[in-house]
């Protein structure tokens, strides 16, 4: 078989671990890889990479994506998949990986009914907002990372006894603030599915620093965890903060990780993961699957069970919907996130 594999979307640690999985997957069963350059730019275009074996000889341990990514505007377009459908069957594909996030994924689901090439996503953003996986590739080298980052941050926020806000991406998922949060000791996690109106997230802020900085308190700082989908300016927030704190001889400071948090070197989980989907795709190809996503232990319900118990087949339709009740928080496990969080809450702020 002639199988295509393409990045899209932000990339995310791990990408470089799935194509490498691929590539070897590919090689043990006899069929030929090509890579499609800045995702689906690169698959309209007909811009293509050969994946050998050498190419990706110890490619697991580097973050970003050696195919390139990108957002795509004209694959939203009818003419823009028919393009790639064309360019599918113009280079003889059986197969096509899509790597990447909601909007890849979204992608990968119009084009699928399009072409007879078997069409599989693997889901991989930093955000943790692709419906039925547990995991997307990326997640825990960008938790790791955020909390490294918030480590640091406390060493310099203790020395001088400060307030900071960080703020973390996700979009509009709260995902990673919350892992993160709760991993590097956060006073209090800021979310967008909390639904909180900016007066209650400064009214419970304040609520916080009246505690912190009460006499005989003793805290030396405070560290606020902010989703960069709540709201609330950042910047903002911590202007805010400070004119209430300016009596104390406070100071409140704001750092924004930003894209720091999407590059570096993979965790040991992001490759693991990323090797073992990368093979299950390869799998459903074979297995004549078209339209759907292999996922991480999405749940025993979900999608259907492969080689691997830790992988189950999923139907894309299935997993862009259930992503629509992740962000909106109809979803139980965003309900779940919220209930876990709310148990930690109280004691968070103590
Ligand atoms: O989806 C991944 C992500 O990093 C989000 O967390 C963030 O909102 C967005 O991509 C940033 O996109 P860009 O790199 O295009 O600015």
Known sequence: MRIGVLTSGGDAPGMNAAIRALAKACAGAGHDVVGFVRGYHGLIGGETVPITLASVDGLSRHGGTVLGSARCKEFETASGQAAAAGR???????GLVVIGGNGSLTGA???AP?????????????DNDVGHTSLAIGVDTAVNTIVDACDRISDTATAHRRVFVVEVMGRRCGFLAMRGGIAADADAILVPE?????????QRCLALLERSFAPGRNKQRVLIIKAEGVPYDTRELVGDLQQALAP????ARETVLGHLVRGGS??????????????????AIEDGATDVMVAWEPGDDVGAPTRDPSVRR??????LTET??????????????????DLADGLLAL
Do not use: N, Y
């Not at 599918?88 to 059986?94: C, Q, S, Y």
């Not at 104390?248 to 100071?251: K, P, Q, Y």
């Not at 999923?314 to 997993?319: E, G, H, S």
């Not at 629509?324 to 969080?341: H, I, K, N, Q, Y």
């Open 88 to 94: 599918l069957a113009e280079l003889g594909l059986d």
């Open 109 to 111: 689901h119009a084009l």
């Open 114 to 126: 399009q072409t007879p090439c078997k069409v599989v996503g693997i889901p991989a953003s930093i």
């Open 194 to 202: 909390r639904g909180w109106t900016r007066t209650e997230i400064r």
């Open 248 to 251: 104390r001889g406070v100071d």
């Open 266 to 283: 993979p965790s040991a989980l992001d490759r693991l993961v990323a090797q073992r989907l990368a093979f299950a795709a390869l799998h």
């Open 314 to 319: 999923v139907p894309l339709a299935d997993v």
């Open 324 to 341: 629509e009740r992740v962000l909106d928080g109809t979803s139980p496990v965003t309900r779940g996130r919220l209930a876990l969080l």
